[in-house]
T-cell receptor
Framework: DSGVTQTPKHLITATGQRVTLRCSPR?????VYWYQQSLDQGLQFLIQ???????AKGNILERFSAQQFPDLHSELNLSSLELGDSALYFC???????????FGNGTRLTVT | ELKVEQNPLFLSMQEGKNYTIYCNYS?????LYWYRQDPGKSLESLFV?????AVKQEGRLMASLDTKARLSTLHITAAVHDLSATYFC?????????????FGKGTSLLVTP
């Protein structure tokens, strides 16, 4: 168990809808990263927060947004969902930057 | 943009055999990570390689890093079925990208009797 908690584990929704994925980092970790894993694209970095502030952006669509709250948990919001957004979404955390990322168990999103 | 390439992408090997997975990356980095993922599961950190010439070993797995060649290898010795999984290498691009790791596409390893 990595200590990173993601909810929900599975999410099934329809195209055009909006969902929120939640992540609680390991105790003491200040950095939270979001990754999308799909068969064709592999593991793609979406966005990173450090102690409440956005630190880096990757291949994140404009329809997606995220935030990190004062208690350090993070939420990833996905809106106007498309079939192609179906994927496994991972949250990872680390104590600071440039350190080993510890991954949660992921949220499997299915858009129908 | 930092590119990370692994090969092979698929590997079927017999128990008891040795094999090496290669990870090439396109820009300078001194930090490279290897992760393991079982089907439908999360990613588990295996090794962190922090300098040129670094070598780490755990059981039947040994990882090394050559920063000058921008190459890391994951060597499997006397494979056993329990090693069947997907192995990812990931490279730290540095501060401009928030140290968010860039992952290779993964090597799916199947160890057969």
């Amino acid at each position: 168990d990595s200590g990173v908690t993601q909810t929900p584990k599975h999410l099934i929704t329809a195209t055009g809808q909006r969902v929120t994925l939640r992540c609680s980092p390991r105790s003491g970790d200040l950095s939270v990263y979001w990754y999308q894993q799909s068969l064709d694209q592999g593991l793609q970095f979406l966005i990173q927060y450090y102690n409440g502030e956005e630190r880096a952006k990757g291949n994140i669509l404009e329809r997606f947004s995220a935030q990190q709250f004062p208690d350090l948990h993070s939420e990833l919001n996905l809106s106007s969902l498309e079939l192609g957004d179906s994927a496994l979404y991972f949250c990872a955390s680390s104590v600071g930057t440039s350190l080993t990322l510890h991954f949660g168990n992921g949220t499997r999103l299915t858009v129908t | 943009e930092l590119k990370v390439e692994q090969n092979p992408l698929f590997l079927s090997m017999q128990e008891g055999k040795n094999y090496t997975i290669y990870c090439n990356y396109s820009t300078t980095s001194d930090r490279l990570y290897w992760y393991r993922q079982d089907p439908g599961k999360s990613l588990e950190s295996l090794f962190v390689l922090l300098s040129n010439g670094a070598v780490k070993q755990e059981g039947r797995l040994m990882a090394s890093l050559d920063t000058k060649a921008r190459l890391s290898t994951l060597h499997i010795t006397a494979a056993v079925h329990d090693l069947s999984a997907t192995y990812f290498c990931a490279v730290d691009p540095g501060p401009n990208s928030g140290y968010a790791l860039n992952f290779g596409k993964g090597t799916s390893l199947l160890v057969t009797p």
